[in-house]
């Protein structure tokens, strides 16, 4: 008698075995969020977006007028860059949870800055980060995306100090490594 016919049975008996203990759990495949190493700077160095999950880009969103007495084409009708960021990050925020989603799901954000007159013609870093810190990095809302912050020219309204365009996940459980 030949060994290999019940050796071929035990092989597949056994493979088909392993597979069944293969089953899917039911629970969202990681999202992973690389922090800076040595630092706490509140944006991801990376973010791994699991194989299956949605993703989800925003267009860039800009202020929305607050004072409208002023001239929708003076920067002060918007306000300065804190308040840009402000507005421009509710403004996602709400857009966001009618899809379904939070801030928490931001996975990449680019960020566009124009050099404000009031702030000597630089760009105001310091007053976008009091902006974004509102939203991300919070004991509410720890989850952070990786982030370009860049300085341009100009916007479509030269009254506008900040437009930042997001990307989404959907479908990704967080996990911060």
Known sequence: MSLRPPLLLACLLTSLAMAGCATHT???????????????????????????????????????????????????????????????????????????????DVVKMQAFLVKDPAKGGKMDFAGFMKGYSQFFGTATQPNLPSRSTLEVAALANPALLVEIEVMAVRGGQSVNR
Request: no cysteine; net charge positive.
């Open 26 to 104: 039911g629970a969202a495949p990681a999202l992973v969020r690389y922090k800076i190493p040595g630092s706490n700077f509140p944006i991801a160095n990376a973010v791994e977006v699991p194989a299956g999950a949605g993703t989800v880009y925003l267009s860039g969103k800009t202020a929305t007028l607050k004072d409208k007495s002023k001239s929708p084409t003076e920067i002060a009708a918007y306000g300065d860059t804190e308040t840009q960021t402000v507005s421009v990050l509710q403004a996602i925020d709400a857009q966001l949870k009618g899809m379904g989603l939070s801030m928490s």
